[in-house]
C-alpha cells in the first residue's frame, strides 16, 4: 500500500489513535491512581497524576504493606521472576528436546509420544489442577519454588510448535551435517538450535508472561508468605478484610509488576526484528 | 586400483519398492565418473548409498579397498555437494567450510591453513565472513564446492550441483569443476541429468534407467557405440533418429523399400538408429524429409520433419549455409558407416 492520499492518511491514524487509546486507558488510570492518596482515589479516579507518586513508590518498595497481609513487593516481584524465569527456561529445554527427540528419532511409539503430548494441548492447568495439587502436596513441594513452577514446566503448545519448526529444516541440511561428522547432539547444538532463534525469542516472550500471570496454582500451593508472588499479591491487597482497599498503593504494585513483562518484550524485541529481517532461505 | 567398488549393490526402500536391483561397477582413482539417466532411475539413491545417508538393501560398497556398507558418512572419508548447497544458513563461509574439521578435532592452525587454502582455489578469499544469505547462487555454490575440498577425501560426490544455476554460469562452474577435480585429483562420482554435463565432464559415463546399467563407459565411445536404443536416443543432442527397418538378404530397407545399406546386421525386423549430424543432403538419398520447421543455431540449423509415407519424425543437422525452409522436400542419406542397427525386440544394439 502506497498510496498517498491525506483524507485516507487521517482517517487510518484516527482509527489506529482511538485502538491505542483503548488499550492505554486503563493503564493510564492505574498511573494515575497510584499518584494519589488513598482519600483522593476511593473518591473517584482522577484523570490527572497526582502529587503522591514518591510517597506511594517509596511505601510499596519500602516498608511494604504488611498491615493488608502482603509482604514487601521487592520479595514478590524476586519470586514471580524465580517462578516465571523457570516455567519459561523449563518449558523451552523440554520441548525443544522433545520436539528434536520425536522429528530426529525412529524410536518404538514415536507417534504415541506425539500424539500423547498432543493431547495434554487440552488439558490446561486449571482442568487438571486438583489431581496436580494433590501430587504436589505428597511430594512435599507446597510452599517451594519447585511446587510453583514444575507443574507448569510441561508444554504441549512449544512442543508442537519446535517440531512444526524443525520438519521444515531443509534434510539436505542435517545430510550435510552427517557428513561433516556432527553427531546428533552437536546438530542439535550448532544447527537447530541456532536456527530456532526467531522462535526462541518469541516463545520466550510468550512464556515468560505466561509464567509471570500465573495466579490460581500460586494461590494454590503457596500458604507462606515468603513465596508469593506478585499476581496474587494484589489480589491478596484487593481483597483485605474489612478495610477499605488502598487502591493508589495497589495500582503502584501493578504498575511495578507490568515492569518486568515490559523489560522482557523490549529485550527480544531486537531479536524478533533481526530474525525478519535476516529470514533464512 | 578401482577407488570405488560397487558390487552387486541392491536397494529397496521402506515398503517395498525395489529402485535398484543388481548394479555393479567400479571408478579407477582420480576417476571422474557421471552418473546419468531418466529421472527417477534411482541416480541419487545410488550416491546416496555410496554417501551412506541410505543403507544398503544388498550388495557391497569399498572406497579405497574398505568395505564402508556399515559406516557413517564421517568415517567414509568422503564429502558431498548437494543440489540446494545445504549450507549452514547462521554459519559464516569461513565456518562453513571449517565446521566439518572443528568436528573432527583437528588444531585451530591447521584448519585455518586449510580453509584458507581452499578458499583461495575458489576464489573466496573476500567472503569468508559473510553469510551465505549475502552471496550470489554461484557463489554459493563455491563455497559448497569449498566445504567439500577442505577435508582432502578420498572421493567427491555431486548430486545435480549446477541444477540451480543459470545457463551461463552452470557452463562456467562445469569448466571449473572439471579443473579442479583433475588438479586435486580426487575420485568423483557426479550425478546429473543433463547429458551435455554428462558428455563434457565425464571419464567414466554410466547410464542408467529404472535402477539398471544400460551402458558404462568412456563418453566418445558410448556416443559412438551406443549399446541400445534407449542410450542412443539419451545421449546426444538433439537425439539420435530410430527408423523401423527390414534387414533381408540384400541389405536393409526402410519401410517404404529404399535401401539404407547394403549389408545386413541380421535378418528380419531391426531399427535403425541414425544421429542427426550423420544424415547428409543427397538427391539420391533414401530418406525423403517432409520439412516442417528449421531451427538455425548459426553454425548449424536443425530440420525438424517426417519422413515421406511412414510419418516418422526425424531430425537432421545440417551446415547453416543448407537451410532448406518448411514445406520443401529434403531427400537425405545416412553418411556411410554411421548407422547402428538395434533388435526391434529388446533393443539391444546388433554387431
Ligand atoms: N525415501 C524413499 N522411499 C521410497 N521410495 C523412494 C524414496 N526415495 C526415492 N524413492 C524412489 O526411488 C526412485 C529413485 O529415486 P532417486 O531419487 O534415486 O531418483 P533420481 O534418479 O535421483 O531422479 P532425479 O533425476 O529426479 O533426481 C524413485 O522412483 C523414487 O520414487
Ligand atoms: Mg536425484
New interface residues.
Partial sequence: MIENRPVLNIVQHVILILGVTVFVFPIWLAFVASTHTARDVNSGIPLLPGDQMWENYAQVLGEGLSTIGAPPIGLMLFNSLIMALAITIGKIVISLLSSFAIVYFRFPFRVLAFWTIFVTLMLPVEVRILPTYEVVAQLGMLNSYAGLSIPLIASATATFLFRQFFMTV?D??T????????GPM?FFR??LV??S?TNLAALFVILFIYGWNQYLWPLLVTTDESYYTVVMGIQRMANAGEEQPLWNLIMATAILAMLPPVAVIIGMQRLFVRGLV?T?? | MAQIEIENVRKVYPGGVEVIPDLSFDIAAGELCVLVGPSGCGKSTLLRMVAGLEPITGGEIRIAGRRVNELEPVERDISMVFQNYALYPHMSVYDNMAYGLRNRGEPKTTIDAAVRKAAKTLGLEDYLSRKPRQLSGGQRQRVAMGRAIVREPAAFLFDEPLSNLDAKLRVKTRVEIRDLQQRLGTTSIYVTHDQLEAMTLADQLVIMNAGRIEQAGPPLEIYERPASVFVGGFIGSPPMNFLPCFAGAGGVETATGQRLSGDSPAMGDVTAGVRPEDLTPDAAGPLPLHVRVVERLGATVHVHGVLEETETDLVASLPGSDAPNPGEVLRLAPNPGKLHYFSAETGRRLG
Wanted: hydrophobic share 35%; proline share 10%; aromatic share 0%.
Fill in positions: 531443509p539436505e541440511l545430510e550435510a551435517a552427517r557428513v561433516d561428522g556432527a552437536k550448532d544447527i541456532p536456527l532463534r535476516e533464512e532461505k
